[in-house]
């Protein structure tokens, strides 16, 4: 269930307004020079054209990412990677965040890619469920650390590669993504393109060959999903657009028209698109505006449930067993895809809504810890999340609940979320990210490092030298 | 035109028999475990089961793709493809065949894949017109420079990662291709995969987990032919399934049925499958047996012509000027395909028949030499051109000519051929493999350093380190 119901489960964020997908037929001439006009957004924008909204969006998505990358670092498919390759990897030009390893820029930009998507917790863009940081932060942070990047230009930088990888996923989503692609690789190797060929100072036509190169390399099947390999699908696209940016810099020569050309990339991976997407209000609005950051370790769905509990549990100081009875309403979806009653180990619990209502009235969070072995398997938790209870309510939204706590002395506590903290309409706060932020850091930087680390990532546009942000998440 | 009939004009080696292709609806249920089917045929086969022909295919195989690789590699792309990745490769583990560079081996499988395919004169099987060699042998000789390798295991991988990619490819052939793929380089990741794989003594486990990363990762959109990323797709596809065959060893988990999955490689690629093909007669036939390779420096619809006008040479010793005129009739795509009258440069030259027939009388070869720049703007060779005719006969297969060949003293001389030499019916004398391998070595090789390195091939089987090949090749 987990596999076949991921872009469901993760695209049932309530609030979004998602335009509704008319695909183009191939018949129908595509707009002229697609590829050529992002190339050209690519090497035009400065920074100076950025709003300050936009600016900010990128600081957020920034220490989000980095938050992740450094939680997901000693994680065994971490392990696993660099067991694997650092015996082949070049000088050590660039950090693994929270960890000692140094490698080559493209080697840490894959590792530093798997490391920031392995808990399932790095950001996702609103309308076409990507991952955006994965590919483009991974390997701009690497490049970063090997050339000299101003803060403001990694900034524009970062922007620009979201911009290109989620304007190219909403051409062409949902139709790639229920073909069976992983978005975030196939889509995510453009964003990569973009952003180090930005950094490199590539040509207009150098950056018409590194999407070319971006191109002819996706990366991606969701029958991956539940392995080690999903993480490798956002590092893998980090480096692979690095290395299209770095091959196209020394006049690699590819495709010009890698897009919209009849063998090119949108005809190939997918049976429908609309150009539109790509094209429209290029400049004038950035992609990154749409990305959302996840506040609990789950999938998307479980998000207003915990929202609620949380709640309770700050407003209330109640004990376990104080509870005599929680009754959820909840949208079908939620039902459809996290109804668990008896989860048996922390990745099961990410598909309990009962043990995260339990879990987050016990211990006020749904973080990692409380999606692990230990918290599914907490007498006090599995106690209360018996007597947790759903009802399914049409009416409501799938980032809404309706919650009905009955103490033992018979009060009646109810809470109702109308967006989750999260979604889009009902984004996280500065401090919640930095909450989050110091989660997952806990135990792997010291409390000091993990301020003087947050503290670059909001200062980011001023940094003289934003690769000083991977030396500082070093352990 | 060169790309969109790239297809057809490799595919038009006449004499070929292509079983019809019936493709399988998707709801049809794939036979149970196609993956493991194909692992456990990898795992299980040895050396002494190979019988001898596929053996001495294999030493064939393996001369002719050094041959290419050498003579490729002072091109122009193998020095920017050096020249942007060699400033992060790891320590030099591998070498790259006729040049003195010493890279780490996934960046060496990178380059001498490269290198192999940049003159497009690397082998071709019959039926699906994948060139196996490339992303197998770029793969597993850089493996055999960093760990021993004995020859017999060397030949043992080789026909197993040629018979994978071949049994796969030949599975989605031709609607994959239809699609757009390049399929050398998407099919060909499961050939370096498995024949990595095999040479790493992985369980059958870590086999289909190193399926599960190389199907994750296809390298190849057809919209990259006429530039340089064409001859990367091969490079790249030996470095995307060493990759994964080395995460695979350190247990990197991935799917276990990457092939036949719902959101597998077979159904996400293709619009069509016989599974039949990957699953009929394993270990019974090899599909290396079907492997061809080109006597002529481009395409194979060209073949006859240049094989019957060198015999012509070689059997008259005319001059030009001797020659009044030629008179080829020739199958229908030949002129399709090749009918450019004034061709200017080496590249247009393998497009006109005219400048085929002039320049294999003139100089009695169809090598690089005869395709380049300087041949084609030879006056001898121009004069003679003006004076080739064609006329069209539907009679004729795509690899047969009839030449009438007329002196200005008023002979008539004929020649017909049946089978142009390199087809599947009439293969190359290892002979005329040592030809084709002198011609591309010369200039890089000594003629020594030449019969060493052939003559080490030809052994294969019996070398301690498969590896003193890439040494051997070293400039």
Known sequence: MVNMNRRVFLAASGGMSVAPFIPQTSTQAPPAEVTRMLARH??????????????????????????????????ETVDAAISALAPFSGPGQAGILGRKERLDILRAALVNGISSHVLDFDDTHSRNIIHPAGPVISAILALS???????????????????????????VYPPHYDTGWHITGTAGVFGSAAASGKLLGLSERQMLWAFGLAATQPVGLQEMFG??????????????????????????????????????????????????????????????????YKPFACGVVMHATIDGCIQLHNEHKLTANQVDRVELK???????????????????????????????????????????????????????????????DSTLHEDQVRIVLTTRDGRRL?????????????????RDLEMKFSGLAEGILSPDRQHQLMDLCWKIEGLPQAGSIAQAAAA
């Open 145 to 171: 650390e090997h050339r000299p990047v101003s803060g403001s230009d990694f900034v524009t930088a970062l922007v620009l590669g979201v911009d290109v990888e989620c304007r190219i996923g909403n051409a």
């Open 414 to 430: 109810e809470k109702f979320v109308e967006h989750a903290v999260g979604s889009a309409d009902h984004p996280m706060s500065d």
């Open 330 to 392: 909840v949208h079908p979806l939620v039902m459809q895809l996290t109804s668990k009653k008896t989860p048996q180990t922390g990745l099961e619990g990410k598909f309990s809504i009962y043990h995260a209502a339990a879990i987050a009235l016990v211990e006020g969070g749904g973080g990692i810890a409380q999606f692990s072995d230990r918290a599914v398997r907490d007498a006090t938790v599995t106690s209360l999340r018996d007597r947790v209870s759903t009802v399914v």
């Open 42 to 75: 690519v090497i035009s924008t400065k920074f100076a054209n950025l709003p300050a909204g936009v600016r900010k969006e990128a600081a957020r998505t920034l220490l989000n990412w980095v938050g992740c990358a450094v939680g997901g670092s000693r994680h």
């Open 227 to 292: 392995t080690m390999t999903k993480s490798f699908h956002p590092g893998r696209a980090a480096e692979n657009g690095l290395t299209a940016a770095l091959l196209a810099s020394r006049n690699f020569t590819s495709s010009e028209q890698s897009l919209e050309a009849k063998y090119g990339w949108v005809n190939v991976v997918s049976t429908g698109h609309d150009y539109n997407y790509i094209t429209r209000k290029l400049g004038e609005t950035y992609e990154i505006s749409q990305n959302t």
